[in-house]
């Protein structure tokens, strides 16, 4: 038998049932051995003065009365007993399996696994063992058809065989020692098999740092790739030209902001291709970095380009990039754009004329040729694919690229996730920013306290926003829908107020109107889904209110409410929420606490984990097997500093100890 071999030809798995083996991502005999469990049932036995109220636990005793089967009702009944540990006598329950009966034999001993009830000195049953074993048992994510019992009997049998041994070491030796890591032959076994929970632990720490190695030297291979087989451009900026222009702005620039456009700059004057995030809170002012950064490669003979993910957010960079820089020609580039003014923008862009443009992805469309390009800016990165990034690279001389995000993701985490990029944060706001005012209010108190409040406000000139998770009625989640919302706060507000609706099922032409619009002051509310949640610029409204808040993350929540407050005015976002778990309590009360985007961005990551902070959108991080990346951080961290110290030895590729990791990274770093 080899590692490689199909499920389909091991003892018991046949044609059928390796079907439903597939659809757990189990192929090969080594799929199977990789198939770790989620936890672990413990069923070594414990004196019952060890254990916690409510724990499930295995306890053996003597059975000292007769098993019982009492009837209630049409289907319920109750198989009781008492058993004897020391000179300790427990009563034994078992509900609905009356078949239990016969196992039960008096002054036998008898191992029985369930729920300890510390007052009534009592043990739920859930199941009786043949045999006492001091060991762990796995527990499997299986599916209909694939039985746990079946797929530990199964990792039994190929053990077994001895195929075990095959399992090759994919970590260099040298980390094995620093670490005191168990081999991976030992450590595949003992995740599945293992004698105690200290095997458990030593097998989990090692397959936790393989797989968050393996991840950071994937992420290093990637670097690799870009800084030395990639040539960049060298953009020759006039600094003088640059520091004038700073100078000219209406404000100063943060240290954090100063900092990050200096390492770009720094990026865009080497030799090397610069893959730079710029990530910074809502209003930090990336959008001014990034225009100084564009500026800086016109400077040098480039052309820039900016693409945003909507046609408004397109035409309000398109506003502030003229204003800051009349001296020079800039475009804007949108689908919804006349054909004749396309035209215009198409010829500009080839011949030179224009020197920076905005848009949205009609910037990379097969007609649109540049000139001389030289700088590529991504705005709310995430929003964009891989392929359609790649693409816009393609349509100059490999321009230099920089992304931008306003997501906020912890420091430390950020460096360490987007280990393929280089990472400037801005994480201070500037001067003047006015707080803004966030309460939490349950859903009782909106009609007769806050819809009056923002009728009074409205009436002084504020405009307002309200969103909802959805956008027409569900029978599966009792939320507030946008449609319903909409109706009720025409209803409310009469003539006195005009009311938009805005949804992510309207046309962008249709969306774009509505938002031009309510920036024009043609509406007083606007009630929308979260299609509003990037970057567009409405100074005077001032009130956000979002409805079954605790519906949404802590990092949307404040996304959300980065919408208001960009004005002169006092700003305020209502928070509207009756949530039934402590977490989406805890949620509402952070946000009541604090407006740093990265104190929330690290309470979310304690509260709903990876999973949801780092989507495959976002970040292109893996579906982990057993590392998380929040609460494994330490490991993470160990684990990408020796990755990038063994990219830092120009021939560490050529030492045998590497050779099996060698062929897992080929694919990525181009290695032969």
Known sequence: MKLTDSIQFLKGVGPKSAERYHQLGIFTVQDLLLYFPFRYDDFSSKSIFELMDGEKTTIVGRVVTPANVSYY????????FKIKQDEAVISVSFFNQPYLQDKVELDAEIAIYGKWDAKKLSVTGMKILAQVDNSFQPVYHVMQGVKQSALVNLLQSVFETGVGELIAENLPTELLQKYRLVDRKTAVHDMHFPIDEIAHQQALRRMKFEELFYFQMKLQALRYKEKSLTQGLVITYNAAQIADKTGQLPYHLTKAQDQSLREILADMASPYHMNRLLQGDVGSGKTAVASLAMYAAVTAGFQAAMMVPTEILAHQHYESLQALFPELTVGLL??????AERREVLT??????????????????????YQNLGLVITDE???????????????????????????????????????DMDVSIIDELPAGRKPITTRWVKHEQLTPQILPWIADEVGKGAQVYFISPLIEESEALDLKNATELFAELQAFFGLTAKVALLHGKMKNAEKDQIMTDFKAKKYDVLVSTTVIEVGVNVPNATIMVMIDADRFGLSQLHQLRGRVGRGEKKSYTILVANPKSETGKRRMQIMTETQNGFVLAEEDLKLRGSGEIFGTRQSGLPEFSVADIVNDYPILEVA???AVAIFKDAHWSEKPDYQVMLSDLADVAGFD
């Open 381 to 419: 990165q995430h929003r964009f694919g891989v392929n359609q990034r790649k693409v816009f690279r393609e349509k100059g001389q490999n321009p230099d690229v920089l992304m931008m995000t306003a997501t906020p993701i912890p420091r430390t985490l950020a460096i360490t996730a987007f280990g």
């Open 348 to 369: 500009g862009l080839e011949n030179g004329r224009i020197q920076m443009i905005t848009g949205t992805h009609a910037l990379i469309q097969e007609a649109v040729g």
């Open 334 to 339: 949108t689908s919804g754009m006349k054909a």
């Open 640 to 642: 990408r500093q020796e």
């Open 73 to 80: 009702g049409a289907r319920r009944n109750r198989l009781t």
